[in-house]
DNA sequence: GTCAATATGAAATATTAATTCCAATCTGTA
DNA sequence: TACAGATTGGAATTAATATTTCATATTGAC
């Protein structure tokens, strides 16, 4: 019907920059009490996506009507579209970083130079980094520090993909003074260096979907003999999540097929320095 | 009434993390229709903070009364009240990245706990990531990777702290099927092993200060039979700089004594993807 | 100051969405 | 195989929310 046409035929802004211009130009020329809730909406973005109505116009002390009103004017046929585009704001945000990552994966592929294949790096490690951050379960980690910081001797175990991380782990509680043992003998002596492991000592554990079958045999063997672990794996469904005391979920964002591995070493490099500073504290306990 | 006050008892989760973990938990005892619906919540938290329950179940594949009955389980009184903790994450999320990091250096600066611990390394990689994404110098970049590319073996060389940078590359570049040699014989053979280097071959050393005075001596005796060198260092004064063909400087931001390694890992995997670009390149046209 | 045009408030209504209910189906057990 | 209990689907009901309407107030031009 041609009434439905009129309104399409005007502009309506579709994403939020656009409707935020369209309310900055016609701001002095809209009624007060419009006016009064154009400023809401652009200075409480997050209200108008979440909100109802009813509770928008409360907040900014106005009635649903006028609400109403206000969208109309801009060319909605009402609250309900205005506020899709305020939510759209808030999903892409939300996602701004994969498609950053989406973005530098497609230059890469269609020739766009070296410095494309870096940036994606760069960026893979700084969402990983940004996933983690949010997602660390701050009881876990004072867990898994706790369980650390009394063992004897900290093995750590990790192949393939993950093994830079333990070889870094290794260095790091050296540094430290923390006895450690990274199992990895090139003369196939894991199985008896397990062996010597007690429920005194503990075992970092890193594995990575496809899981190394040797990190999860020896995870499993030593896990028997009541070692307690902790585990660095990639989801809920990991092997290794079943046979540990604690274990962090690590999502890394991959690019040309190589994942970052940056977010698990800021995870490692914090759990071995938090270790290290759980001894020292406990040390002076002890002199003092 | 009594019931109400029941459901009010359990420990209903008020963050998405700890919604999270509920359900993870959960996940083996959930019957199959709210396992499904559950698993779907994990996997689209954005569909469920914006959907309503009708649209959110189709979606899902189930009925709306199943969506009610999932949050039901979790101990809240019907789906609005499980919607607002997906909300709620959204607007937390929403916080920029600047000031996200700003508030991690502060936090890890006035020392509060474990967390602060972990939020320093990030905050470190992070600021890592920024400064070498800045300062990377393309030019450098194209000719490494020249030079990396037309090597018949790539060998890798770094100790201590760099080491596993080294033991990464040498995973990616193995991968990529691109022969290489890690220069770690823990029988004391790595004289013998560089010996076996030509100016055909190229090397990409690492290290920091202080520098470890076996990659110097060896990144030395191996510049000397003529094979062009690579180097990831920390500045213009640095022992490997003088020998390299090429050569980075990476500045890493340190926290707690331990310096990132983010930025370094990052280059380190574009240059070995970059690598493997070039040779595919470069292989495609022999053929064609 | 009066009038017309415009804007606003508040309640009524229409619409949409959440929740409940009950019959049907599945699952495990005797 | 029969049965009880749990689970599920789908319609009916209830609650909530957006929108419309209309009376009232405000504004600006003459």
Redesign the pocket.
């Given at each position: 019907m041609a009434v439905g046409g009129a309104t399409m035929d005007e502009r309506v802004p579709r994403d939020f920059e656009t409707l935020r211009a369209t309310i900055l130009e016609r701001r002095h020329s809209l009624?007060?009490?419009?006016a009064q809730i154009a400023a809401y909406a652009l200075d409480n973005p997050d209200d108008i996506a979440f909100g109802?109505?009813?509770?928008i116009a409360a907040s900014a002390g106005?009635?649903?009507?006028?609400l109403?009103?206000f969208?109309q004017q801009l060319g909605f046929?009402?609250?309900?579209?205005l506020?899709q585009v305020f939510r759209e704001r808030l999903r892409e945000r939300n996602s701004s970083y994969d498609e950053r990552l989406a973005a530098l994966r497609a230059k890469a592929e269609e020739g766009g130079g070296h410095r494309a294949i870096f940036d994606g790096f760069v960026a893979a490690a700084s969402t990983s980094l940004g996933d983690i951050s949010r997602s660390l379960n701050e009881a876990h980690f004072d867990e898994a520090v706790a369980l650390l910081a009394k063992a004897e001797t900290i093995y750590v175990l990790a192949r393939r993909r993950s093994y830079p991380v333990a070889s870094y782990i290794a260095y790091a509680l050296g540094k430290l003074k923390i006895r450690n043992q990274l199992v990895e003998s090139a003369a196939g002596l894991n199985a008896e260096m397990i062996g010597f492991a007690t429920p005194r000592d503990a075992v970092i554990a890193i594995s990575f979907s496809p899981y190394a079958p040797a990190t999860i045999e020896e995870t499993r063997s030593i896990a028997e003999q009541g070692v307690p672990i902790v585990a660095i794996t990639d989801s809920s469904f990991s092997p290794l999540a079943q046979f540990a005391e604690v274990w962090f979920e690590v999502a890394e964002a991959d690019f040309g097929g190589f994942r970052s591995i940056s977010a698990t070493m800021a995870l490692a490099m914090a759990l071995t320095v938090a270790v290290g500073e759980k001894r020292r504290e406990a040390g002076r306990r002890r002199k003092g």
């Open positions: 009624p007060k009490r419009i109802t109505a009813a509770s106005v009635q649903p009507s006028t109403i009103r969208a046929d009402g609250f309900t579209s506020q």
